[in-house]
């Protein structure tokens, strides 16, 4: 597994986070003075790495600290431009071990062999570039995979092409495992999620329905943790949530285990200027 060791994080990167996403502001106006904000890929700015990140951060009375974030993987990088969802995707892939198993062509048919021979071993090199913990590197690679790129070239995020594809009426789920750190932040372990996709992949499922349970199963997972922490405020924020179906999924499971629910306004697709940052959805 690849090791994940970034120390602007916890601090600088944290509160910069916290701070545009509306979590501070929410911990303050709180009953206890903290509040949870899940932040996938809210902020200004990026990580120290310079790629996108997306975190759960806790705002505890004014402490800010990174509380967790998706399990990190390395995204290939081609030799021109920037990379694509393919190169998430098989960042994906050769983090599990998966980039020979079946349910894998639409990532490999991006690539000619020797690029794809070449991107492979420069990836799992030890000293290839920093790794993310970006959920919609994530979500881009998986709906690579899932054979979605089309609708990704056409300019819309993967959060929307995800919604867009999910079907509203399943309810099925696959595992996102959270675990602990040494440092006590939880990792949201993808892995199972990716081998279930791939399996429904290459059994006949069809797409709608394994998008909609990658969602679910990224909600589940997030309330694992919710379920544990001793927070009422959750402050859900970024482009990720603009995905309607995970946003919707979220927000009905954490008011289900008591938490006071609150949007900032990049969760939402502008359609007007709005007088408040965030918005409660209790």
């Not at 509160?15 to 502001?25: E, F, H, K, M």
């Not at 800010?64 to 990190?72: F, N």
């Not at 603009?242 to 629910?261: E, K, M, P």
Request: proline share 6%.
């Amino acid at each position: 597994m690849v090791e994940y060791t970034d120390p602007a994080l916890p601090s600088d990167q944290a509160a910069l986070q916290a701070r545009s996403s509306g979590l501070a502001d929410s911990a303050a106006e709180s009953v206890d003075g903290s509040a949870f904000g899940i932040l996938w890929d809210a902020v200004q700015g990026h990580g120290a790495d310079r790629t996108h990140t997306g975190e759960m951060v806790l705002d505890d009375r004014g402490r800010i600290s990174v509380a967790g974030y998706i399990r990190p993987f390395r995204i290939p990088r081609p030799m021109d431009g920037p990379p694509r969802p393919c190169h998430s995707a098989l960042g994906l892939l050769l983090e599990a071990g998966l980039a020979d198993d079946p349910g894998t062509d639409n990532v490999t048919a991006d690539f000619d062999p020797r690029q794809y021979q070449e991107l492979r071993r420069n990836t799992l090199a030890d000293d290839e570039g920093p790794p993310t913990t970006s959920v919609l590197r994530f979500l881009e690679g998986l709906a690579a995979i899932l054979g979605l790129e089309e609708a990704l070239d056409e300019g819309l995020g993967a959060a929307e092409v995800l919604a867009r594809t999910a079907d509203q009426t399943e309810n099925g789920a696959y595992l996102a495992h959270p675990t602990q750190a040494k440092d006590r932040s939880w990792i949201l372990d993808w892995e199972p999620l990716v081998r279930a996709a791939l399996s429904d992949l290459v059994g006949g499922t069809p797409v709608s329905r394994i998008a909609a349970r990658v969602d679910n199963g990224l909600v589940e997972g997030l309330t694992r943790i919710t379920g544990v922490m001793n927070v009422e405020t959750v402050v859900l924020a970024g482009h990720c949530f603009r995905n309607r179906h995970l946003r919707f999924r979220a927000v009905r499971a954490l008011r289900r285990q008591g938490h006071r629910v609150l949007l900032s306004d990049g969760a939402v697709k502008p359609r007007r200027a709005r007088s408040r940052r965030l918005q409660s959805v209790n």
